[in-house]
């Protein structure tokens, strides 16, 4: 893995998850796809598994500290770090334990990693946010209604997964990531 490219790739997602994520908005709950997550996804299909684990790890960190909470009161959002960085580092393990049975190089393979990956990440979040909720009483939290959203972002997700993964070929090459091995009469996808 190149950690330059890594570097950019990952400021670029989160340039654009952070621009782009109220346009992109669907539904009352504000659902949106996480750029983020589709970078994690490729960086673990074709990453060692220890680098996978702690690129997953500072990601959530990142977006924990990019994402505050609002509070009931109307006062300044609160920062909490740990929802996102356990829930994309457990999502990471999970892609790990998946990614010896697909299809690297097909499309559909990335969009349904990120779908069911991001949806795995979200419900650790809503779990850690519903269990600290008794303790904050000035966070205005309603789990039902927190995990329909962020599972309506996981296929949201999904999608952007599905049309990142049509350019994931040149993308992983410029990343560093292992390239799997072609067969000898086979086509290349890209």
């Known amino acids: 893995m ?3 490219a890594v570097l950019v790739a990952g400021y670029a997602a989160f340039s654009l998850e952070l621009g782009l994520r109220n346009a992109l908005a669907i539904g009352s709950g504000g659902a949106a796809p996480s750029f983020v997550f589709v970078l994690c996804v490729i960086l ?27 509070l009931k009161s109307g006062t300044t959002p609160v920062t909490i770090i740990g929802p996102y960085a356990l829930g994309y580092l457990t999502a990471g393990q999970f892609i790990l334990l998946l990614r ?8 559909l393979s990335l969009a349904f990693l990120c779908a069911v990956g991001f949806a ?12 600290r909720s008794p303790y904050t009483h000035e966070m205005a939290w309603e789990p039902t209604h927190q995990l329909l959203a962020r599972l ?11 049309l990142v993964g049509l350019v994931a070929g040149p ?3 410029a ?3 292992h390239q799997p091995a072609q067969r000898r009469y086979a086509r290349p996808i890209y």
């Open 152 to 162: 309506v972002s996981a296929l949201y997700t999904g999608l952007l997964g599905l």
């Open 2 to 4: 190149n950690l330059l």
């Open 44 to 70: 673990a299909v074709g990453s060692p598994a220890n680098l996978v684990l702690w690129t997953c790890l500072t990601f959530g960190l990142i977006t924990d500290l990019t994402w505050p909470h609002e």
């Open 175 to 177: 990343l560093g990531l």
């Open 171 to 173: 993308l992983s090459a």
């Open 100 to 107: 010896s049975q697909i299809f690297k190089r097909n499309p």
């Open 120 to 131: 795995v990440a979200q419900v650790v979040v809503v779990a850690i946010y519903t269990f």
